[in-house]
């Protein structure tokens, strides 16, 4: 019997498909996790346009167009940075809609974050926004509650999102 978390996945890419949405990724605290568990679900390719791994700031700027100086006042550990990876995400992959994570998963603090900070970006064509978590528990445990929280807006987001005809349906 599936978790919840895997009926969550499997609603999330089910209802993009059906609404012929597609999606991209931008990760960086995760490092591909949510797009791996959106491409477990069969049939995800019609939904899951393509994904970023930025964990270095320079793929943020060069890939993601994130501003150097907003990394370099900031850091990457920023509601701001959040949203302009997902914008970048949506853009480079060619979705309506992207996720993405950015964080401090430990053991250390990061850019003055401390450990258990996470920032969660969604981006459509009419903007973007960022949401703010702070997660407890080791490595492992902060990665997969921002795994659960990227799964989740993003599926929150696909609700909102106005609707599309999907691909062969024309009625």
Do not use: W
Request: aromatic residues 4%; proline residues 4%.
């Amino acid at each position: 019997m599936p978790d919840a978390f895997s009926a969550t996945v499997r609603e999330t890419v089910e209802l993009a498909i059906s609404r012929g949405i597609t999606v991209a990724t931008a990760e960086s605290l995760t490092a591909g996790l949510v797009a791996a568990r959106l491409a477990d679900v069969p049939g995800a390719s019609a939904a899951l346009h393509g994904g970023v791994v930025s964990y270095h700031n320079e793929v943020k700027e060069q890939v993601l167009g994130v501003s150097g100086e907003l990394l370099a006042e900031r850091g990457s550990v920023d509601p701001d940075v959040a949203r302009q990876m997902a914008e970048g995400a949506r853009r480079s992959c060619g979705a309506d809609l992207a996720v993405s994570t950015t964080g401090v998963a430990g053991p250390d603090s990061h850019d003055g974050k401390a450990v258990g900070t996470v920032f969660i970006g969604i981006a459509d064509a009419q903007g973007s926004r960022a949401f703010a978590h702070h997660f407890v528990g080791g490595r492992e445990q902060i990665r997969e509650a921002a795994l659960r929280g990227a799964i989740g807006h993003l599926l929150e987001a696909l609700r909102e999102f106005p609707g599309k005809q999907p691909p062969g349906n024309k009625s």
